[in-house]
């Protein structure tokens, strides 16, 4: 079957868009990748979404304008990788949409919003959308994150020691491919470096490109360890956390104990975190390799940090066990879409904290009507990666 896997996450700066051709081969589900895409948002949208993201106030009538303009260039984005990677053969989308509200309480997560509408996408496509991904396992007693866990406990099973999938988005987020496995949040990885670096720059930079802010600043030890005691890094696995937490005014409160600090040396200090904190995590569940991919990825700053704080444990990249960095997610989008329609469990409930494994999402019809796949009488024990001929 081929999906396309539609994502945009916390950085709020583009749409993903990845295509899979995936087969069931007895207990093994096979994925072939066939390429990605990134298409930004428009300038407009992209800054409206963050406008309107918490601490800030925002009206139902925003929400509804945000929603259907999200939809819609998610729409847009599914169009053109239909035609440009699935030669406009592609069998099912599969959409995370735009997280902009996770409502966490006490450590317990109450409810997750997704925003842009499926039927957008699936009238611009024809094609069935699955979507709404995260909010069955929120009422299964999950975290509703990270749903990429499935994936990353399925691919890197049997690996030797304990491996480590490592996602550096806006939030950082671990997976552990171990005989128990495991996955959590451990805290901001560019959340807090983008919004230091528009705010310092009023607004001329939205990243520090090839961390070349970071390299020329130095660590402020006493910012540092103002922000190393947030209470969240302490808290016991499963947990999840999002720009309702790592926003601006958080880290302005953080500069309001400390002497006047140059801009590089925020962003210096504010990469370190993010090094320190992903380091702390994986050293809490013994890991012997850490395979990381997202955005981050590209921040040689940021992964020269994580390299010294993990002090000995193998750091790679996923792009060197087939699966490429920049669209991981995507892809993982895309096998949670074919495990929905298959009527199997998209969750490892260990991961997420859920009651027990549930199939995820829900399905919007293309123009054909719907017509679902035969469930697979076998779930999945493995993920193998396939190169393309």
């Known amino acids: 079957m081929r999906v396309i896997g539609l994502m945009s996450g916390t950085s709020l700066d583009a749409i993903d868009a990845a295509a899979a051709d995936l087969t069931l081969d007895g207990d093994t589900l096979v994925m072939m990748p066939l390429g990605s895409l990134t298409v930004p948002y428009s300038e407009d949208l992209g800054k409206a979404l963050a406008a309107a993201l918490p601490p800030a106030a925002t009206t139902m009538e925003d929400v509804c304008r945000l929603d259907t303009r999200v939809g819609q260039e998610f729409a847009a984005v599914a169009v053109r990788a239909d035609r440009e990677l699935c030669d406009g053969r592609a069998e099912l989308i599969a959409s995370h949409g735009q997280t902009v509200f996770h409502w966490v309480e006490e450590g317990r997560v109450r409810g997750t919003l997704q925003i842009g509408r499926p039927a957008w996408i699936a009238e611009a496509t024809g094609r ?97 360890e103002r922000l190393l005691d947030e209470p969240y890094y302490a808290r016991p696995a499963p947990k999840t956390t999002g720009k309702e937490l790592f926003h601006l005014p958080y880290l302005r409160a953080a500069l309001a104990g400390c002497a006047p600090l ?47 704080e993990l002090d000995g444990i193998a750091l790679r990249v996923s792009d060197d066990l087939g699966l490429p960095s920049d669209a991981k997610e995507a892809y993982a989008f895309a096998v949670l879409g074919h495990l929905t329609v298959h009527g199997l469990p998209g969750t490892v409930p260990t991961c997420t904290g859920a009651r027990r494994a549930a199939v995820l999402g829900s399905v919007t019809p293309g123009n054909r009507g719907l017509c679902l796949p035969q469930t697979a009488p076998i779930v999945p024990a493995r993920l193998r990666i396939s190169p393309r001929p």
């Open 262 to 308: 140059p801009a590089e040396d925020v962003i210096a200090t504010l990469t370190r975190l993010t090094a320190r904190t992903v380091a702390d995590a994986a050293r809490s569940v013994r890991a012997t390799e850490v395979v990381a991919s997202g955005g981050g990825t590209r921040n040689p700053v940021l992964m020269a940090m994580l390299r010294t």
């Open 128 to 224: 069935p959308v699955v979507s709404d991904l995260r909010t069955r396992d929120v009422a299964a007693g999950g975290q509703g994150a990270p749903l990429v866990s499935i994936v990353d406990v399925l691919w890197l099973r049997g690996r030797p020691g304990v491996p480590v999938a490592l996602n550096l988005g806006g939030i950082a987020n671990i997976t552990v491919a171990a005989r128990d496995p495991a996955a959590f949040d451990t805290g901001p990885a560019n959340a807090l470096l983008d919004a230091a670096v528009r705010d310092l720059t009023h607004g001329r930079m939205d990243y520090d490109t090839g961390g070349a802010l970071a390299a020329r600043g130095r660590v402020d030890q006493q910012l540092l």
